[in-house]
């Protein structure tokens, strides 16, 4: 779906990861289904990708509130 997306919106992987604010390898393991993002990662590539209602849904329901960017232990860092 963040591959649709990306293409859809006319953006290579290191420029929709530029724009999002994480490294091109993250994104192409996100695209390929190899890691999960955070809910912070998740809104980036939300509003980058300008994903639809229900891509947003499906994004927000495979991200993780715990981990990288959204980690707790950050806001303090």
């Known amino acids: 779906m963040l591959r ?3 293409e859809r919106t006319g953006l290579s992987q ?3 990861a530029r724009r999002a604010g994480i490294g091109q390898p993250y994104l192409w ?3 390929a289904g190899q890691r ?3 809910t912070a990662v998740a809104e980036l590539l939300a509003d980058v990708l300008r994903l639809t209602l229900a891509e ?3 994004l927000f329901a495979a991200s993780v509130d715990d981990a990288g ?3 707790p232990a950050r806001a303090t860092a």
């Open 4 to 6: 649709a997306a990306r």
């Open 56 to 58: 947003c849904r499906d």
């Open 14 to 16: 290191s420029e929709a």
């Open 36 to 38: 999960v993002p955070s």
């Open 69 to 71: 960017r959204s980690h």
């Open 29 to 31: 393991m996100l695209e």
